[in-house]
């Protein structure tokens, strides 16, 4: 069975590129994003690590660590990650987990069970499915999954937008809609009757069909009100 939403994600330890990690703790009480290649020195997993290593200070402003994974030993990223510098302006200042072994790869389904053998002597294809984004909150519960292709660079501003909504929506009782950027109106969740949503915002809502109730966004709580 692969992992889906909702499910705790899998704890591990691993080898880094900044040290031994033991994933849960790492992670501590922030959000997470782990993204994961099949391959170093692969030109479109470069542009993702680059550009990653760019708009680091995003994810830091929203409580997320960035942590990557790339089906190669840590002396291999550590080469890579000079490339990475050289190439797209920026090296990452985050850590990258040397999977060589597969173990993470399998235990988050992105590669078989039955993987064995050499990972220096696999090509970027046998490991194509390596290709995933997963979000994991506080809570250690996955919150997002992505797949890519091998041919198509993530849209990492993209992953920024669904944390924004994932915060926003643990913290509301609200849903954001299609295209919804920072700052737009929401909707009132499913799950709330009229009569709560009369007390949360007694100015009322637009209803253009009873099942929809959109409202202005609501504004990030004070740090200890309740």
């Known amino acids: 069975m692969g992992i889906t939403i909702g499910d705790t994600a899998p704890d591990f330890e691993a080898e880094t590129t900044e040290g031994t990690i033991r994933f849960h703790d790492w992670i501590g009480d922030s959000w997470a994003v782990l993204f994961s ?14 550009y990653m290593a760019k708009i680091a200070p995003e994810f830091e402003r929203r409580n997320v660590k960035i942590i990557g994974l790339s089906v190669d030993g840590v002396e291999s990223h550590e080469r890579w990650m000079q490339d990475i510098a050289e190439t797209q302006g920026a090296a990452p200042d ?33 490991n194509q499915t390596v290709r995933n984004v997963f979000v994991i909150g506080p809570d250690k519960k996955v919150k997002l999954i992505l797949v890519y292709p091998m041919t198509t660079g993530r849209n990492f501003d993209e992953v920024l937008r669904v944390i ?62 309740t």
């Not at 290649?37 to 680059?50: A, Y």
């Not at 109106?185 to 915002?201: L, N, P, T």
């Open 37 to 50: 290649h099949p391959k170093d020195f692969t030109p479109v997993c470069t542009t993702e690590l680059g």
């Open 164 to 225: 924004d909504s994932l915060q926003l929506t643990a913290e509301h009782k609200v849903a954001t809609p299609v295209n919804w950027q920072q700052g737009d109106d929401v909707i009132i969740a499913g799950s709330v009757s009229d009569d709560e949503a009369r007390q949360k915002y007694p100015e009322g809502w637009e209803s253009p069909r009873p099942y929809i109730r959109i409202v202005p966004q609501p504004q990030k709580e004070p740090a200890g009100t």
């Open 94 to 126: 985050y850590p990258i987990i040397g999977d060589e072994s597969f173990e993470v790869s399998k235990l988050y389904g992105m590669l078989p069970a039955s993987t064995s053998g050499d990972a220096a002597t696999r090509t970027p294809a046998d």
